[in-house]
């Protein structure tokens, strides 16, 4: 059987064993060091100030007076700031609160919707034109007479206008008691110039030949004394 020689245990040193004390202190101490340092979330969490939501004096939420005097701080603020002065977070909220309240008033009237336009007014109605002759005499009058409430149609004025005077509105009657009388019968439906005074229809000439007046004063002595001129078939 061979001999071994076993290898003899090495001795430690004192210089050794106070390196290796050395190691071990450094290494828990580094070890504490990595335990005990906070991770960067938590402390830009821990750093983070809290929101800070305005209150007035008494801690109820900001009336429109309180908006009003923190309108302006915020003006103050902002002066602050363009010094180069340090302002505080409320500060700063405020401030930036009273701007974005600002734009918002702005964007409003911005958006303000447009007044309704205008009805465009309406056109003046035409004058109605008539024809000057006897077609357009009746007509006239009695658009006239259907405005005053004075009764009589086309047909009853056109039978007495040809009986009286033919169509002629300058005709005059001088062989009758009433020219006997001196006051002669003229026009379209031969009136005399009393009756034309008394029944005379506002609007039209005060002339005892015009047309339109004559038609329409006899008409209106008509239908006093006869209910209407389509009712007279002879002298009146």
Same mark, same amino acid.
């Given at each position: 059987?061979?001999?071994?020689?076993?290898?003899?245990?090495?001795?430690? *040193?004192?210089?050794?064993?106070?390196?290796?004390? $050395?190691?071990?202190? =450094?290494?828990?101490? =580094?070890?504490?060091?990595? *335990?005990?340092?906070?991770?960067?979330?938590? &402390? &830009?969490?821990?750093?983070?100030?809290?929101?800070?939501?305005?209150?007035?004096?008494?801690?109820?939420?900001?009336?429109?007076?309180?908006?009003?005097?923190?309108?302006?701080?915020?003006?103050?603020? =902002?002066?602050?700031?363009?010094?180069?002065? +340090?302002?505080?977070?409320?500060?700063?909220? @405020?401030?930036? =609160?009273?701007?974005?309240?600002?734009?918002? !008033?702005?964007?409003?009237? $911005?958006?303000?919707? +447009?007044?309704?336009?205008?009805?465009?007014?309406?056109?003046?109605? *035409?004058?109605?034109?008539?024809?000057?002759?006897?077609?357009?005499?009746?007509?006239?009058?009695?658009?006239?007479?259907?405005?005053?409430? !004075?009764?009589?149609?086309?047909?009853? $004025?056109?039978?007495?206008?040809?009986?009286?005077?033919?169509?002629?509105? @300058?005709?005059?009657? @001088?062989?009758?008691?009433?020219?006997?009388?001196?006051?002669?019968? +003229?026009? /379209? /439906?031969? #009136? !005399?110039?009393? &009756?034309?005074?008394?029944?005379? #229809?506002?609007?039209?000439?005060?002339? $005892?030949?015009?047309? !339109?007046?004559?038609? &329409?004063?006899?008409? @209106?002595?008509?239908?006093?004394?006869?209910?209407?001129?389509?009712?007279?078939?002879?002298?009146?």
């Amino acid at each position: 059987m061979p001999n071994f020689t076993l290898p003899r245990p090495a001795r430690l *040193t004192r210089t050794h064993k106070v390196s290796a004390a $050395l190691v071990a202190t =450094a290494s828990c101490a =580094a070890a504490l060091a990595f *335990t005990a340092a906070p991770s960067d979330a938590e &402390t &830009t969490a821990a750093d983070a100030p809290a929101a800070v939501k305005p209150v007035s004096a008494n801690g109820l939420p900001m009336t429109a007076k309180d908006r009003a005097d923190d309108g302006k701080q915020a003006r103050a603020v =902002a002066s602050s700031v363009a010094a180069g002065l +340090k302002v505080t977070a409320v500060e700063k909220q @405020n401030h930036a =609160a009273d701007q974005t309240a600002n734009r918002s !008033i702005e964007r409003k009237a $911005l958006v303000a919707p +447009k007044a309704a336009p205008k009805a465009p007014k309406a056109p003046k109605a *035409t004058p109605k034109r008539y024809a000057n002759n006897l077609d357009g005499w009746i007509r006239e009058s009695l658009d006239i007479m259907k405005d005053k409430g !004075i009764p009589g149609s086309y047909e009853g $004025l056109h039978r007495n206008i040809m009986r009286e005077s033919s169509g002629n509105p @300058n005709a005059v009657n @001088n062989w009758d008691i009433n020219a006997i009388n001196g006051v002669p019968s +003229k026009g /379209l /439906l031969q #009136v !005399i110039q009393p &009756t034309f005074d008394a029944y005379h #229809v506002a609007g039209t000439p005060h002339k $005892l030949t015009d047309p !339109i007046a004559n038609i &329409t004063a006899a008409a @209106n002595y008509a239908a006093d004394r006869y209910g209407s001129i389509d009712n007279v078939d002879s002298a009146y």
